[in-house]
């Protein structure tokens, strides 16, 4: 109770915020008026934005990648020959493009070209293969899909399953021009002469117009795809990119974050749009590489999520650590631990930390720079008492949900209206499973976001845990019930359960799953069993740990105990005569746990 008491925001930090407050009422005012569109006849958006920053700082660079600089015109010119050549093969508004490409320039052109046609662009994840990389593409019924090269054994692997004309499969190529593939279209090469002009259709999308699908983990164990619409990217980027961090032309933003999130796509690159600055992109994270990058770009802003922060802290200190020019980061997940240290370190000045769902209607950010708090919402929201076993909110005997008191953790639950629209997804069963009514008044509604947060006072509040079938590993969401569908295919296990369990010292949860043998421990081969994981399921969502029951204990409902399995995650000394086994840090198999072994791994002898 101390620990939470001491970071209770309190009436003398505030007062020492008032200078800062006095100076950003200007960009308030004004990153308010950008955000907040009411007019069904306003053009707004992605495409609208770009074209306003092009206006601001032509020559300024747009996208940095490697040793390739476009400028605001150039990119700009080359979307816009993307785009005509697209609505000439018949792509128009509401079509959905779905794009299958990592971190490189390519991809954003190749956005903004469909953003300002008015379609929708589907943002899959580049670690989707199989049957999951079908379901992501099936539920959106896409018109056309944009492949990059690195990327064309895995759709090609589920193409003849997918209904897309093969005219309208688009390749790109990597790096050195390579010619398309035998069923492909070479997109680059197609739109090379098309029309340099901003085409008249990026002035006719509106903020109701969807923009993107984001995926998400579903409770089914696939996919959800969130409807991202033009209106909020027009709250995303001002409010982060003028609010939060005051963005202008000289300002650059380094993201190693993958575009097909959120918080790389919208956050950050909305954050330099709304600016006209700089985005500095990069394939991948690579934590030795990063500060020469930084450096390399001139950035001034960094994009993250807590598990990256970690990364860089753990690197071997250096006389250049603070030979930055960074003062501002943007991203969410930062851990108290480290929160200090990182700025101090690095010479940062502001984390921006946010919170934000991409399926949601809400977001939090730390617009006033306190430390360890993910900031205030200007929507309406409340944290309420749930039941731990179930994660369900709790109603009281009048019907009615009840707030948890100040400095106290409940479940967040944001009001729906016109202020704060809940945009949804693509399957309506879905929207009916968040979408919580009569929750302090009849008629009221709430999104429930599965999240717990503590309220810290002043309106300001930090995360907590993600509560129910999902947990977040390496800055992803994993479903636990796509790890037990999947394991579950295994000839040799006849019962799953996946949860989360903590490693000390690591953002997040990571995989465990108790499995039960359809014959025997001994059937079990775990070089071939953790193989079998990593041939369908993302890095990230292979299981670390497992843990061999004889038989799963369930509820009177028979649901799985699963808290019960949290509290003793992978401990021998708890597990009971339950033998558990980990999966090292470039080990190629599973390997029994010991309690020398468990101290090993909180010790940090192991980097996860």
Not at 363 to 372: A, E, K, R
Not at 483 to 492: G, M
Not at 556 to 568: M, P, S
Not at 585 to 599: E, F, M
Request: net charge neutral.
């Amino acid at each position: 109770m101390n620990h939470q008491q001491s970071e209770m925001i309190t009436w003398s930090m505030m007062l020492r915020k008032v200078p800062t407050i006095v100076r950003a009422l200007p960009r308030l005012v004004r990153g308010m008026r950008v955000a907040n569109i009411t007019d069904p006849h306003q053009p707004c958006g992605l495409a609208w934005s770009f074209e306003q920053a092009v206006l601001r700082n032509p020559e300024g660079p747009a996208l940095l990648y490697g040793d390739t600089v476009l400028s605001y015109r150039q990119a700009n010119q080359q979307a816009n020959r993307i785009a005509h050549y697209l609505h000439e093969q018949g792509v128009a508004k509401g079509d959905v493009v779905a794009l299958f490409i990592e971190n490189r320039p390519e991809l954003l052109l190749s956005v903004l070209a469909v953003a300002k046609l008015g379609g929708i662009c589907a943002m899959l994840n580049t670690a989707q293969t199989q049957a999951v990389l079908v379901h992501s593409l099936n539920l959106v019924s896409p018109v056309a899909i944009v492949v990059g090269a690195e990327l064309v054994d895995a759709y090609t692997a589920v193409r003849d399953q997918v209904v897309i004309d093969s005219r309208r499969t688009w390749f790109v190529a990597d790096q050195s021009p390579t010619p398309a593939p035998q069923g492909y279209v070479d997109l680059m090469a197609a739109s090379a002469a098309g029309s340099v002009d901003n085409p008249v259709s990026s002035q006719q999308i509106y903020f109701n117009d969807p923009c993107f699908y984001i995926y998400t983990s579903g409770t089914t164990g696939l996919p959800k795809a969130g409807v991202f619409k033009h209106g909020r990217w027009m709250k995303s980027s001002a409010s982060f990119g003028i609010i939060a961090l005051d963005m202008g032309p000289e300002d650059v933003v380094y993201c190693t974050l993958p575009l097909y999130h959120a918080t790389g796509l919208c956050v950050c690159w909305g954050a330099a749009i709304a600016g006209a600055s700089g985005f500095a992109i990069r394939r991948r994270f690579s934590a030795s590489r990063f500060w020469d990058d930084v450096r390399k770009f001139n950035a001034t802003t960094v994009g993250y999520v807590g598990e990256l922060c970690r990364y860089l802290i753990d690197q071997p200190p250096t006389a250049r650590d603070r030979a930055n020019r960074v003062v501002k980061m943007i991203g969410n997940g930062l851990r108290p631990g480290i929160w200090t240290q990182f700025k101090e370190r690095f010479g940062v000045d502001h984390v921006c930390e946010l919170y934000a769902a991409s399926d949601g209607n809400i977001g939090f950010t730390n617009v006033l720079n306190f430390d360890n708090t993910i900031g205030f919402s200007l929507m309406h929201w409340a944290l309420v008492d749930y039941a731990h076993d179930t994660c369900e909110p709790i109603r009281g005997s009048n019907g009615f949900m009840r707030e948890v008191q100040k400095g106290g953790q409940g479940l967040l639950l944001a009001r729906i209206d016109d202020k704060a629209p809940f945009d949804g997804y693509t399957d309506p069963e879905k929207n009916r499973k968040v979408v919580l009514s009569d929750v302090f008044e009849k008629g009221d509604r709430y999104f429930n976001t599965g999240d717990l947060l503590r309220s810290i006072g002043f309106g300001h509040a930090q995360f907590v845990d993600r509560l129910g079938d999902t947990y977040r590993w390496k800055g992803e969401n994993v479903s636990t019930t796509e790890v037990e569908n999947f394991l579950l295919q295994h000839p040799q296990i006849c019962e799953v359960v996946a949860y989360g369990v903590q490693i000390n010292n690591t953002n997040g949860r990571a995989g465990m799953a108790a499995i039960t043998p359809t014959e025997s421990l001994a059937s079990l081969d775990m070089r071939e069993l953790l193989q079998f994981a990593q041939s369908q399921l993302p890095t990230y969502a292979v299981p670390l740990f497992l843990r061999i029951k004889v038989k799963m204990e369930t509820t009177g409902t028979f649901k799985y105990q699963k808290v019960k399995l949290k509290e003793q995650a992978f401990d021998p000394e708890k597990t009971g005569e339950d033998p558990v086994y980990a999966w090292l840090p470039g080990a190629d198999s599973y390997v029994p746990v010991t309690s020398q072994l468990v101290a090993e791994i909180q010790g940090g002898k192991y980097r996860y």
